[in-house]
């Protein structure tokens, strides 16, 4: 049985782009100490065009990752203590559609996030 992390493979529809977009440069942006910055240039997107299940547990996914890096990005020395609007607004509405709270949890980042490589199986 072999499987993968399906946020590595799949994105939202192109609406989302500025998430996917982020979303996939994350870990360099935070290294470099440019993230905030970027985030806070995002547009405020409208969550209630997520259609589906697997789509709003994918952006709840995203928007956990960006809130903890915008969070997070100066380590211990400068934890931001308020999200921007165009990140808290739709990640407070995918996680009320989903019924779980606005944070990254295991659930999210784990059980949720996988699919099988091999589809016949």
Known sequence: LTCTFFFSQEILPSYFDP????ASRL???????KFREEVNELPQLDASVLKGHRQLRL????????????????G?????????????VPYCQVSERLGIPPVLN????????????DSDR
């Open 19 to 22: 998430w996917n977009h982020l």
């Open 27 to 33: 870990p360099k942006l935070v290294e470099e100490r």
């Open 59 to 74: 952006a709840h996914l995203q928007l956990s990752l960006i809130a903890s890096g915008y969070v997070w990005q100066d």
């Open 76 to 88: 211990d020395r400068g934890v931001a203590k308020v999200l921007p609007q165009c990140i808290a």
């Open 106 to 117: 295991h659930p999210s980042l784990v059980l949720a996030n996988w699919a099988l490589v």
